[in-house]
């Protein structure tokens, strides 16, 4: 298994563009988290996923981001109508089933609109 | 007051010295407690989990939790220059909704030669 695995490494993308980024888990791992990092801080929670129910997703999240994972497997995450202020890392990560069990990252997507 | 909070830093070690992190958290729901280390640039790194009140030990590593004082910590022992990072204190409450990692804003430190 290669772990958690995120697609592509680098956006660049003009001011107003759609963007989506993929995220391929863990095999087996039946919960996905979407984060999302800017400079300095700690990675903010976007949404989670259970299989392919997206369960949790967080207040901040404007209409303009939208996940689905529609398989229960690979999950993506679509920006409408990038602005400036969506640069930043977007992380995945999945964790198996269980109460105590451990969540692994993939490499990120670094997201930059001009 | 943040769900997680964490002494930014930096803090500065001489390197085999023992670096001492800090975190406390609010949701006292959190049952899963997770340190992670993030190099620049890089993505969070998982290094440490901790379920039980008490002391876990994994290497140069030490996590403590404390859940009636909603308090958990990482010491690194024989700190080296490769530890210098950010770290990332990340607890984890189950929900019938769902169960999301919370993270702090990290506490970078500095390992100097």
């Known amino acids: 298994d290669t772990g958690v695995s995120q697609d592509p490494r680098h956006k660049i993308t003009k001011r107003g563009q759609n963007v989506t980024f993929r995220c391929d888990p863990i095999?087996?791992?039946?919960?996905l988290y979407w984060y999302r990092q800017t400079l300095g801080q700690g990675p903010e929670f976007l949404t989670y996923?259970?299989?392919?129910?997206?369960?949790?997703k967080s207040r901040l999240l404007s209409d303009r981001f939208s996940a689905e994972r529609p398989k229960g497997s690979f999950s993506t995450l679509e920006i409408q109508r990038t602005e400036q202020g969506d640069s930043a890392m977007y992380l995945c990560a999945s964790s198996p089933r269980g109460v105590n069990t451990e969540a692994f990252f993939g490499q990120g997507t670094r997201l930059t609109v001009v | 007051q943040k769900e997680v909070e964490q002494n930014s830093g930096p803090l500065s070690v001489p390197e085999g010295a023992i670096a001492s992190l800090n975190c406390t958290y609010s949701?006292?729901?959190?049952?899963?407690f997770f340190w992670y280390r993030q190099y620049s640039g890089k993505s969070p790194e998982l290094i440490m989990s901790?379920?039980?009140?008490g002391d876990k030990e994994d290497g140069r590593f030490t996590a403590q939790l404390n859940k009636a004082s909603q308090y958990v910590s990482l010491l690194i022992r024989d700190s080296q220059p490769s530890d210098s990072a950010t770290y990332l204190c990340?607890?984890?409450?189950?929900?019938?909704?769902?169960?999301?990692?919370?993270f702090g804003g990290g506490t970078r430190v500095l390992v100097k030669p």
């Open positions: 990340a607890p984890r409450a189950f929900k019938a909704a769902g169960n999301k990692l919370t």
């Open positions: 095999s087996e791992h039946n919960r």
């Open positions: 901790i379920y039980s009140n």
């Open positions: 996923f259970q299989n392919e129910a997206q369960l949790e």
């Open positions: 949701d006292r729901g959190s049952q899963s």
